[in-house]
């Protein structure tokens, strides 16, 4: 069962999910954040830039965050707006940051169709920067995994 829930997740989840605009979690607007590409390279390191800017992918297993287990806020490395809040973020074995949920209205989603089958890419709704691919193989509550680039956040501890 566990094989079939993860090639139709795999397969059909991206489609059922890239309509995916979850509600602003408050009243305030999130004001996007527009710089210049030259703007980009100053604000950010180079493998940064490669994953923010340009939907780049770190290696598994390469970032601490993987291993933090304090309460805190995992927000964007581009522009700082809070993601993920630590009681979301689950050991999936990926080697990526995994979260169940993020923080409504932070992120926005596309089709990614990189590896031929379609993904559903999630990037920070003020900078656009990319963040990762979200799927359908996690845990409850949700039964997702938002898998993030490492280095595409920063975390706050609580």
Sequence with gaps: MKRRRFVLSTLLGPLLLSGLRPARAHDEPIVPLKLSDTEWRKRLSPPQYKILREAGTEHAFSSPLNKEK????????????PLFESSAKFDSGTGWPSFTQPIKGHVETSLDFKNIWPRTEYH?????????????????PTGQRWCNNGLALKFTPA
């Design 70 to 81: 304090r309460d805190g806020i995992y927000a964007c490395a581009g522009c700082d707006l």
């Design 124 to 140: 920070c709704a003020r900078c656009g920067g990319h963040q990762g691919h979200v799927f359908d193989d996690g845990p409850e």
